[in-house]
Nanobody, 122 residues
Framework: QVQLVESGGDWVQVGGSLKLSCAASGSIFRIGSLGWFRQAPGEERELVAHINRNGGKAYTDSAKGRFTISRDNAGNTVYLQMNNLKPGDTAVYFC????????????????WGQGTQVTVSS
């Protein structure tokens, strides 16, 4: 069983910064690849940033230049640094692990955290 716990969500003013964390626990594995998603009220959940097992990173247009996804050396915590926040960034942010690796082998999975609220106020 894998548990994902997001943290770091908060209320900030326009232009502020937050750093979200997604910590994985529950088994002897390393996060292979992970995406940060967000869902605003009345909207569909959308991908914001993704990091693969080789460290490759991808961002949606709305996140480019403002958000940075990264991971710790142990590989079981992934971060989303968000700068220059805008009211449109207000949403619940979720992390989704789509692969885990152990012993040199990686498998596809689909694990979600419970979400963390980010509110950007003007």
């Amino acid at each position: 069983q894998v548990q994902l716990v997001e943290s770091g969500g908060d209320w900030v003013q326009v232009g502020g910064s937050l750093k979200l964390s997604c910590a994985a626990s529950g088994s002897i594995f390393r996060i292979g690849s992970l995406g940060w998603f967000r869902q605003a009220p009345g909207e569909e959940r959308e991908l914001v940033a993704h990091i693969n097992r080789n460290g490759g990173k991808a961002y949606t247009d709305s996140a480019k230049g403002r958000f940075t996804i990264s991971r710790d050396n142990a590989g079981n915590t992934v971060y989303l640094q968000m700068n220059n926040l805008k009211p449109g960034d207000t949403a619940v942010y979720f992390c989704n692990v789509d692969s885990i690796c152990a012993g040199g082998m990686c498998n596809s999975v689909d694990y979600w955290g419970q979400g963390t609220q980010v509110t950007v106020s003007s």
